[in-house]
């Protein structure tokens, strides 16, 4: 029996993801709740987020609008950490826009510092 985690959100993670249109958030939200149970689906199309190792998970969810990206933290020890959620406005290419690039990097250290003190590792 696995262990739940707790999801936590950073920055304005939450806020975006409801912006979003209510299949999105349905699929992302379900995405999450497996994530925090430590599974996956294989029909939710997820990847390891390119450049931050395998730990960084983004799900990736399309409609007629568009593309939608919800980035979190899969593997610190304390809880699944949502980093960002927001809508690829690119239109070629699969790269990501260097802000929401360096948005995920800030929010990423912000979880980890989150996390260590969760933990009780103050060093």
Same mark, same amino acid.
């Given at each position: 029996? =696995? ?7 950073? /920055? ?6 409801? !912006?979003? &249109? #209510? #299949? +999105?958030?349905?699929? $992302? ?7 925090? %149970?430590?599974?996956? *689906? ?8 390119? /450049?931050?190792?395998?730990? +960084?998970?983004?799900? @990736? !969810? =399309? *409609? !007629?609008? /568009? ?7 899969? %593997?610190?020890? =304390?809880? @699944?950490? +949502?980093?960002?959620? $927001?809508?690829?406005?690119?239109? =070629?290419? @699969?790269?990501?826009? %260097? &802000? *929401? ?13 989150? *996390?260590?003190?969760?933990? /009780?590792?103050?060093?």
């Amino acid at each position: 029996m =696995s262990t739940e985690k707790p999801l936590i959100w950073v /920055g304005s993670s939450k806020h975006d993801l409801l !912006e979003m &249109p #209510e #299949e +999105v958030i349905d699929t $992302f939200g379900y995405a999450l709740d497996l994530a925090q %149970k430590g599974i996956t *689906d294989p029909v939710i199309k997820t990847k390891a987020l390119a /450049g931050l190792g395998s730990s +960084v998970i983004e799900i @990736i !969810e =399309s *409609d !007629e609008a /568009g593309t939608y990206r919800a980035v979190y933290a899969a %593997k610190l020890a =304390s809880a @699944i950490y +949502v980093l960002h959620a $927001f809508m690829k406005k690119s239109k =070629s290419g @699969i790269a990501h826009p %260097k &802000p *929401d690039l360096e948005l995920i990097r800030k929010r990423l250290k912000y979880a980890q510092a989150l *996390d260590k003190e969760a933990r /009780g590792d103050r060093a």
